[in-house]
């Protein structure tokens, strides 16, 4: 049982290739939490494999994972392999151990971790990597996935395979409070005249905060998934002035309608 979280693809991308290899069931976090159910309870084959997929956000996994594991409950859960993959644009500081202190709240641990670089979507601060670089890290993902899916079939225990970054700690324990704080803002979201109204945004919201009249609106909630600024078909919706004049990113081997 795969639960995966995703913004523009990559995290699906990695979920969906651990799922065929391993024949597991693929549940995604976000539909499951705006189904507006206030506990999610699942009936655990015996010895069902269960998966977090899901991109780091600021060197943490994103608050609706967390809260998500939060309200989860397993029937039949009896010391079951659970591991985590956690993509990224380049490293994930102490994700890992924020993922297993939420579990082991719930009498749960995490028996392996793993990040897996992949394009960066983060345009707020910085901009998309290069094509050639996209391709390299696409390339060296699947390589990695390969590796990944070995370790998960075998059910090998205690292998953590983390890009951790400089000072993980300081990433994990002082930057991404300020985020959670400061970056969850949807005021600076705006869409120009480029603006189709087609509706895209809307559907693949991670929080479903957008409501298209005419054009896209906000609500307050917000998980900072990107998804309407890098998918928008017409590059109409910017964050400030911050996403102006930069790329976007799409998962090239996710199609739209998986979204
Ligand atoms: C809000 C936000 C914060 C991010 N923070 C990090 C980070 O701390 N470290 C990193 O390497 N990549 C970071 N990224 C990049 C993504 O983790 C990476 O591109 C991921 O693979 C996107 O997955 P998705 O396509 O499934 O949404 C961040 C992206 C977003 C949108």
Known sequence: MIFYFSGTGNSLEAAKSIANYNDERLISISKEMNSKDVSFEYT??????????FPVYAWAPPKMVLEFIEKLKFNNYNNNYIFSVATC????????????????????????????????????????DSKEVESKKLQSAEETLKNIN??????????????????PGILTSVINPLFNKHAMNTKKFNVNNKCT????????????TIKVKEKPEWGDTCTQCL??????????????????NKGRYKNPNINISEM
């Open 150 to 167: 070995k370790i998960i079939k075998e059910k090998r225990t205690g292998i953590f395979q983390i890009q951790k970054g400089l000072l």
């Open 197 to 208: 109204g087609c509706g895209l945004c809307e559907r693949v919201c991670n929080s479903k």
């Open 227 to 244: 998804a309407c600024i890098n998918l928008c078909p017409v590059k109409a919706i910017e964050y400030g002035k911050s996403t102006q």
């Open 89 to 128: 644009g380049e490293n994930i500081g102490n994700t890992m151990k924020v993922l297993d202190n939420y579990l082991n709240k719930k009498d749960m641990k995490l028996s392996s971790g793993f990040s897996l670089v992949m394009p960066n979507n983060y345009i707020i601060m910085g901009n998309v």
């Open 44 to 53: 655990l084959k015996s010895k069902e494999t269960i998966g977090f997929v």
